[in-house]
């Protein structure tokens, strides 16, 4: 009789231990099926979707990048100083600089014309601001173009403050050629809106020996607005600040 019990509780007890592993099983083949269902599967392909997305904006802005420091490469091969500009070209190039002197990096007009300019017309402007002749070209042209921009003063015409007028350039003459690698022209400020005469100036250019290229040695302004003392001599570049 005892055996008899014994083996029905033996026979009991695999068989909740049976039922129990079966339940197990099934419980984690439930919570972990073999195939993902279809709401995981498409998280995955959209997670994929934007990695995939993200990479290739990533190679855009790397080409685009690279394709604006080739371009930076080549405007800045085609500014003065530049053996290959004449003077009239050359003129044009420095007054385009310092209208828009934020193209393409900021200052970038100010460290145009610094760059043009001889070691003497270089030192004058440095003199100007009040700065010592080893500061930082970054600092100087940062300086010059403060200088520039400040309201009420003539030469803010140059580089295009609010209270000044809009010009467009003419060249009047000829270029003076004096045959011993310099040169000087006549350049005049017109208002675009009446075409009355604003400026005239006189730019005094000298060649680099290494190249020939053309830099700045001089400029003369005569100012013909009622505000700026009207054809009362050449106000000197140099005095900008004072």
């Known amino acids: 009789m005892f055996l008899r019990r014994t083996n029905r509780t033996l026979i009991l007890a695999t068989a909740l231990v049976t039922l129990m592993f079966q339940h197990e ?5 439930v919570s972990k099926p073999l195939f993902p269902s279809r709401q995981a599967y498409s998280t995955d392909l959209a997670l994929k979707s934007s990695r995939d ?15 604006l420091k080739v371009k930076m490469l080549d405007e800045d091969m085609n500014r003065p100083p ?17 209208l828009n002197p934020y193209d ?42 403060s200088a ?3 309201p009420k003063q003539q030469f803010g ?4 403050t609010d209270d000044a007028e ?22 005049r400020l017109y208002d675009s809106t009446d075409h009355e005469l604003l400026v005239i ?27 700026y003392r009207p054809g009362l001599g050449r106000e000197e570049w140099e005095r900008i600040c004072g």
């Open 201 to 227: 100036t006189g730019w005094e250019l000298q060649q680099r020996p290494s190249d020939g290229a053309w830099l700045v040695a001089g400029i003369d302004w005569q100012d013909f607005r009622d505000q």
């Open 148 to 150: 520039l921009s400040r």
């Open 82 to 98: 530049n053996a290959s500009l004449g003077p009239t070209q050359f003129v044009e190039k420095i007054l385009e600089g310092l």
């Open 104 to 145: 393409p990096y900021p200052d970038s007009g100010f460290h145009r014309l610094l760059r043009a300019s001889t070691k003497e017309w270089r030192e004058k402007m440095y003199h100007s601001i009040g700065a010592p002749p080893d500061a930082p070209e970054e600092m100087v042209a940062s300086a010059l173009g």
């Open 25 to 29: 099983c099934v419980s984690s083949f």
């Open 53 to 67: 997305s993200v990479d290739g904006d990533m190679s855009q802005l790397r080409e685009r990048i690279q394709m």
């Open 166 to 187: 809009d010009y467009y350039v003419c060249f009047p003459s000829d270029v003076v050629d004096n045959l011993d690698g310099t040169c000087w022209l006549e350049t």
């Open 157 to 160: 015409i140059l580089v295009g």
